[in-house]
């Protein structure tokens, strides 16, 4: 009798730990990283794409309207400072220009004439005062040739503020004929030309975006300049270090550093105000692969610490808590750790964990919290997955 409620309770208790052994709660795969020492940056980036600029950049218009009458250059041309672009119809104020020369040429000979009499009469004029003074002849005879002596003199004065005058006049006709000519102020490269040879072109007037005639760049010297979120603005200062990365290089982090930061906030939206940045390039010869309007976005590195404890900023949970794994239990443990500066790759550690631990990164994974079984995901070993340094 006892015999047979033994092997009862046997059969029992061998089903009860078979139901167990089948409906036991699976342990979870997850992902671990070994903590380990490193770089670590704090950095700020832009909030709307930036862009790359020229740091000559003119767009020239004539200063009155006119007919183009001569296009010295195309689009893409390489232009030296001093040399003509463009020039209106102005063969009227070429024209004055001649008779203004021609002008100054008769009232130099008129100079000539007026001083020459002017001291032929001084002369006279001195050979009567000597024969009044011998009684030869009366004090208004020698007056008058006094007088006109004078008058000869003031003649000549004139004639020279006539040159004078005439030369003036030639300046206002080059003024007026250099409105109608576009020169280049700088060395540099004609991105785009609005107007054919021919066609009446007119300068904007004030409030009214006109297209310019001719939009000149100097290509050999460039930036980038980028809006950051005002936020961030007081942390920025000139001559930190920057990295700058194009749509159009991918992979091909270029290194600057920041050379302005606006003393204004732009307000593009009420919620969204951001001021302007400008970051130069380190290495000239990174500018060579860019074009001026290439959209660029812009991180700037506020701190930097080398070599030191660093966790991925993925593995943190809420309260700046992480998920280390327990190797003897198979098991997770929730702890507190005291973090330094950050970004989006790194977190520094500065309490709570030591090189060597290990955390999870899959928190996104159901199920994954404080206390579970779980079971190393393959490759996720110390040796695979340990944080290196860069």
Same mark, same amino acid.
């Given at each position: 009798?006892?015999?047979?409620?033994?092997?009862?309770? =046997?059969?029992?208790?061998?089903?009860?730990?078979?139901?167990?052994?089948?409906? @036991?709660?699976?342990?979870?795969?997850?992902?671990?990283?070994?903590?380990?020492?490193?770089?670590?940056?704090?950095?700020?980036?832009?909030?709307?794409?930036?862009?790359?600029?020229?740091?000559?950049?003119?767009?020239?218009?004539?200063?009155?309207?006119?007919?183009?009458?001569?296009?010295?250059?195309?689009?893409?041309?390489?232009?030296?400072?001093?040399?003509?672009?463009?020039?209106?119809?102005?063969?009227?104020?070429?024209?004055?220009?001649?008779?203004?020369?021609?002008?100054?040429?008769?009232?130099?000979?008129?100079?000539?004439?007026?001083?020459?009499?002017?001291?032929?009469?001084?002369?006279?004029?001195? @050979?009567?005062?000597?024969?009044?003074?011998?009684? =030869?002849?009366?004090?208004?005879?020698?007056?008058?040739?006094?007088?006109?002596?004078?008058?000869?003199?003031?003649?000549?004065?004139?004639?020279?503020?006539?040159?004078?005058?005439?030369?003036?006049?030639?300046?206002?006709?080059?003024?007026?004929?250099?409105?109608?000519?576009?020169?280049?102020?700088?060395?540099?490269?004609?991105?785009?030309?609005?107007?054919?040879?021919?066609?009446?072109?007119?300068?904007?007037?004030?409030?009214?975006?006109?297209?310019?005639?001719?939009?000149?760049?100097?290509?050999?010297?460039?930036?980038?300049?980028?809006?950051?979120?005002?936020?961030?603005?007081?942390?920025?200062?000139?001559?930190?270090?920057? @990295?700058?990365?194009?749509?159009?290089?991918?992979?091909? +982090?270029?290194?600057?550093?920041?050379?302005?930061?606006?003393?204004?906030?732009?307000?593009?939206?009420?919620?969204?105000?951001?001021?302007?940045?400008?970051?130069?390039?380190?290495?000239?010869?990174?500018?060579?692969?860019?074009?001026?309007?290439?959209?660029?976005?812009?991180?700037?590195?506020?701190?930097?610490?080398?070599?030191?404890? @660093?966790? +991925?900023?993925?593995?943190?949970?809420?309260?700046?808590?992480?998920?280390?794994?327990?190797?003897?239990?198979?098991?997770?443990?929730?702890?507190?750790?005291?973090?330094?500066?950050?970004?989006?790759?790194?977190?520094?550690?500065?309490?709570?964990?030591?090189?060597?631990?290990?955390?999870?990164?899959?928190?996104?994974?159901?199920?994954?919290?404080?206390?579970?079984?779980?079971?190393?995901?393959?490759?996720?070993?110390?040796?695979?997955?340990?944080?290196?340094?860069?």
């Amino acid at each position: 009798m006892i015999r047979r409620i033994l092997i009862v309770l =046997f059969v029992i208790a061998s089903i009860g730990t078979a139901f167990w052994w089948f409906t @036991r709660p699976k342990p979870i795969t997850v992902t671990l990283v070994e903590v380990g020492r490193g770089k670590v940056e704090a950095s700020v980036a832009n909030t709307r794409a930036g862009s790359v600029e020229a740091c000559l950049r003119t767009r020239l218009s004539p200063i009155s309207g006119g007919r183009i009458a001569f296009l010295g250059v195309k689009k893409g041309d390489h232009v030296k400072k001093g040399q003509v672009l463009l020039r209106l119809w102005n063969d009227d104020q070429q024209a004055q220009g001649n008779l203004a020369l021609a002008q100054v040429t008769s009232s130099k000979k008129r100079i000539a004439e007026a001083c020459a009499m002017a001291e032929n009469a001084e002369r006279e004029a001195g @050979r009567m005062a000597e024969l009044r003074a011998k009684g =030869f002849i009366s004090k208004s005879g020698e007056e008058k040739s006094r007088y006109e002596a004078q008058a000869r003199r003031a003649a000549c004065d004139a004639a020279r503020a006539d040159v004078n005058q005439a030369q003036a006049r030639v300046k206002v006709t080059q003024v007026e004929q250099n409105r109608t000519v576009l020169v280049a102020p700088f060395d540099g490269i004609v991105a785009d030309i609005v107007g054919e040879l021919g066609e009446y072109t007119t300068p904007s007037p004030p409030g009214v975006a006109t297209p310019p005639a001719i939009d000149l760049i100097d290509d050999s010297c460039l930036y980038i300049e980028a809006p950051m979120d005002e936020v961030d603005a007081p942390k920025i200062h000139i001559g930190q270090a920057a @990295r700058v990365s194009l749509d159009a290089l991918p992979n091909q +982090p270029l290194k600057g550093h920041v050379k302005r930061v606006a003393l204004y906030v732009v307000a593009v939206e009420k919620q969204a105000r951001t001021v302007d940045v400008e970051v130069s390039l380190d290495h000239p010869e990174d500018g060579k692969k860019l074009l001026v309007g290439y959209s660029a976005d812009v991180e700037i590195v506020l701190e930097s610490r080398e070599d030191t404890l @660093r966790v +991925p900023t993925t593995a943190l949970l809420e309260g700046n808590k992480v998920l280390v794994y327990q190797p003897a239990k198979q098991m997770l443990e929730e702890r507190a750790i005291k973090t330094g500066i950050t970004n989006w790759e790194y977190t520094e550690v500065l309490e709570g964990l030591k090189a060597g631990d290990r955390i999870v990164t899959s928190l996104e994974r159901e199920g994954v919290k404080a206390g579970i079984k779980v079971v190393p995901e393959n490759g996720s070993d110390a040796a695979t997955n340990k944080i290196k340094a860069k």
